[in-house]
């Protein structure tokens, strides 16, 4: 057991940390190195999510899918799913009942480990382009919402589109698009800009999930795809056994963010 | 039964012929909209497909995957997918025993559709970025090798990369590998340029597959990850049963070529 409370610089640091008991949210650690959403199911499962992603690909990016029972990734080869995040959910039926530091004991030799993009990517690349991020200038969650578009089916999964909401200055949403659609490994180009009605959200100060942020003068709200949306489709059909990162306690990969830039 | 010759221009007129028996290459039909490689399998092999498909996705960009049983795809809302190809390859334990104009009757409830991007869409768009494509020139078939790079494996499927090479005169190289970088669903940018003994190709002038095509002066090989790879990976494996399209006798979509162009 560590006390460090200094985020590590290098994701294998940060995993060590992590697989050593430290249970605190990823943000902030190994800068420039991608953090992933995880998704752990049983085999029989498997094919549906992995169906899901391909007809979703905006909110469900896959980086990587293991092996059946490994708890190794191509996204850092030193790494175990079952020990190196900082906190992990435990979901039987659907239901939340645990939130454990490591599931090594949990672990069966049918589950299968979806690794899936994150926008702390592309908030990185949005920074770096000159475009502010409110909620992390406000030092919040970002604000998601459930929408009344349907993501495609896939066997046994469906559910909503969810969306993450950034206020962006009107002047520089075509930068925020272009940067944004360079990166479709991390949610790609924004599904919606400015009509908050059109997407069947009715109140922005009202997330469905994370945080209200709060836009400055001549911000418009921009939406992107979200990371929420696989687990809030998986929650509604019910697994038997599920295992997922808890929130904002993501994997650190070895990928460095601009990997997952495009031309 | 038609005897029409001269390529419909429509996707929708173009399956109308297929359908009713005619039995030629897709190529010049219904200009602009995207034709895909026709993988089929039964759902006991699906997962290792997708997988696979999750693993490689240069060589073998999914468009689209149907529910288990149903003929239909959202790439083209009306067609049916047992009879609107020109023409199909079945196979058995990873032998080719038929070559019909439809496979209406070999339908089974288990069968799941994988439709592939295929390098038809971006040689379009090469032609229009003043890149010249030197098989179309010739009116060849694209040459197509085997490499010495493995993909990554995925359940019972594994094999080598195949790739397709294109002469291109060096000046335009960049533009040929901007333009296709820009197409990722049609197997984006090359893999290698330049140097076939690095991919383990002896002989650029005997390909594995399709025709020997003639470099001008000055042309440099570029080499893009290819559309056979999921089919070579798929007969080494030797499925119960598998239908695909023949070769050049592709399934003609509803989607413009230019939706798979990104910004």
Redesign the interface.
């Known amino acids: 057991m560590t006390t460090t409370l200094t985020p590590a610089a290098d994701p294998a640091a940060a995993r060590a940390h992590y697989r050593a008991g430290l249970a605190v949210p990823s943000s902030g650690w190994a800068p420039g190195y991608t953090q992933a959403n995880l998704v752990v199911l049983p085999r029989d499962w498997?094919?549906d999510m992995?169906?899901f992603?391909?007809?979703n690909p905006q909110p469900v990016p896959?980086l990587?899918?293991t092996?059946a029972g490994s708890p190794s990734t191509?996204l850092a080869p030193g790494a175990d799913l079952r020990t190196d995040l900082p906190r992990y959910r435990v979901w039987r039926d659907g239901e939340l009942v645990d939130e454990p530091t490591d599931v090594a004991d949990l672990w069966r030799p049918d589950l299968v480990a979806f690794l899936i993009g994150c926008s702390f990517s592309f908030e990185t690349a949005l920074l770096d382009a000159g475009v502010p991020v409110r909620n992390i200038e406000q030092g919040r969650n970002v604000s998601m919402y459930r929408t009344d578009r349907p993501c495609?089916p896939a066997?046994r999964l469906s559910g909503p589109l969810v969306v993450s909401m950034r206020p962006v200055p009107g002047a520089l949403v075509p930068t925020a698009v272009?940067v944004t659609?360079?990166m479709?490994q991390v949610h790609g180009?924004p599904v919606h800009v400015g009509a908050p009605g059109a997407l069947g959200i009715a109140d922005l100060a009202a997330p469905d999930f994370g945080d209200p942020v709060v836009p400055a003068d001549g911000d418009v709200p921009v939406f992107w795809a979200c990371g929420v949306t696989p687990q809030a489709a998986l929650m509604a059909s019910r697994p038997p056994f599920a295992i997922t990162h808890a929130p904002g306690h993501m994997f650190v990969t070895d990928v460095p963010d601009v990997a997952y830039r495009?031309?």
């Open positions: 498997a094919y992995l169906l992603a391909q007809r896959l990587d899918v092996d191509a495609r066997g272009q659609a360079r479709p180009a495009q031309l």
